[in-house]
């Protein structure tokens, strides 16, 4: 690896956001929050991917791609990590395989924009991923309909948490997964890189 994995508290609860961050923008800051308040998480990890085995293109450099991250975020309980170049995984079942045994005393929640949970089911293992660690789904544009017809949404109807017990998703054992509701910032990585402006 190349250097130690973040150091956690015995019973902190961890939220982690995957994602290319290419580039990192406020719509990630603002489900951050989201995830923060809506899942009771103590922290928010993330884990900014070497390469999205979903997406053709490559990202952009990593080294670069983690100080953009750093540059943007204000808030000292988000923390931008390559923790799956340390690992050397690019799949999410992957990547929790190797990193849960690192942190047994803590919660982690995987986190997901609606528009993901749409197409769950076509990641590598994802019933793996929901046997793995409580899902905490955040809203996005347009999104939420689409995310509850959503064949994973489906077929783990009966392991939805209800959204007013949310703030316990961390302590649920998997499966289990909720959606919260709210307002969204309708802004993407894609339509960033399209019109070439990196500061939102």
Known sequence: MKRDLPAVAAGQRIGLLGGSFDPPHAGHIHISLQ???????????????????LKADAPSDLTGRMAACAAIIDDARIEATDIEAQ?????????????????PQVK????????????????????????????????????????MQS????????HRLSTDMAASLSTCKPPCW????GPTVDISSTEIRKKGVHDL
């Open 108 to 147: 982690f929640v995987w986190l997901m924009g609606a528009d993901n949970l749409a197409g769950f089911h076509r990641w590598q293992d994802w019933r793996g991923i929901m046997a793995m660690v409580p899902v905490g789904v955040l809203p996005r544009p347009g999104a939420q309909e689409g995310a």
């Open 87 to 103: 690992l050397g995984t690019r799949y999410t079942a992957e990547t929790l395989h190797k990193l849960l045994p690192f942190y």
């Open 35 to 53: 995830a923060l308040r809506g899942f009771g998480l103590d922290r928010v990890w993330w884990l900014v991917s070497p390469g999205n085995p």
């Open 178 to 181: 909720t959606l919260l509701s």
């Open 151 to 158: 064949v994973a949404a489906l077929e783990f109807a009966n």
